[in-house]
Nanobody, 123 residues
């Protein structure tokens, strides 16, 4: 299983970005896909999760109301739409996958990881 994350970049506060995570596995039933982020000097944290076949989108408090996670079956892709970006959203963003559909934000439980994409938000 391979995950390919893309879409990061340099934006200003208040702007939007959409990250994409394309997965190689054609059948991802009962998998959870998550977006994590890691800022310099900080621990990796879960931003949003989604069940591949059942929705159940969940968000970190810092992302609620601003970020939206979604999936496109036809393109085997999970998106993270990020609006109203803040400087504190600056981080490397990773997509990850784990088997199992229960809600989980522990990065150690995720078996597959993409390479990360850098998001920089200037003030």
């Amino acid at each position: 299983v391979q995950l390919q994350a893309s879409g990061g970049g340099l934006v200003q506060a208040g702007d939007s970005l959409r990250l994409s995570c394309t997965v190689s596995k054609r059948t991802f039933n009962s998998y959870t896909i998550a977006w994590f982020r890691q800022a310099p000097g900080k621990e990796r944290e879960a931003v949003a999760t989604i069940n591949w076949n059942g929705g159940n989108e969940r968000y970190a408090d810092s992302a609620k109301g601003r970020f939206t996670i979604s999936r496109d079956f036809a393109k085997n892709t999970v998106y993270l739409q990020m609006n109203s970006l803040k400087p504190e959203d600056t981080a490397v963003y990773y997509c990850a996958a784990r088997s199992g559909s229960y809600y989980c934000t522990d990065s150690k439980e995720y078996e597959y990881w993409g390479q990360g994409t850098l998001v920089t938000v200037s003030s």
